[in-house]
Nanobody, 130 residues
């Protein structure tokens, strides 16, 4: 069974940092040729939005405008995990953060379209206080 589990969320003051992890089980990220990893977030009463993604090959990254320069996405195929480093956090970053995998025929590509991703974790809460 394919499973993604996020961790690393919590409560942090504005300007602080967190590192989210996404552990994969039931499959190997190394075997998922063409599968990008995406991070998404959903605040109460709002739609789920893309935060960042990293392609299957060559680690090509994409960021939402609101997170560019503050967030860094990475993947470690040896550890079968993905990460999202979040710096200079703002209260508007408060949300439940989800990781997901999605297939792209071009393995050097990814985007932040929610409907492109078909395996999702359960989410981890990030709360940023002002």
């Amino acid at each position: 069974e394919v499973q993604l589990v996020e961790s690393g969320g919590g409560l942090v003051q504005a300007g602080g940092s967190l590192r989210l992890s996404c552990a994969a089980s039931g499959f190997s990220l190394d075997d998922l040729d063409g599968y990008a990893i995406g991070w998404f977030r959903q605040a109460p009463g709002k739609e789920r939005d893309g935060v960042s993604c990293i392609s299957s090959s060559d680690g090509i990254t994409t960021y939402a405008a609101s997170t560019k320069g503050r967030f860094t996405i990475s993947r470690d195929k040896a550890k079968n995990a993905g990460y999202l480093r979040m710096n200079n956090l703002k209260p508007e970053d408060t949300a439940v953060y989800f990781c997901a995998t999605g297939y792209y025929t071009d393995s050097q590509r990814c985007d932040l379209a929610v409907n492109k991703y078909d395996n999702w974790g359960q989410g981890t809460q990030v709360t940023v206080s002002s």
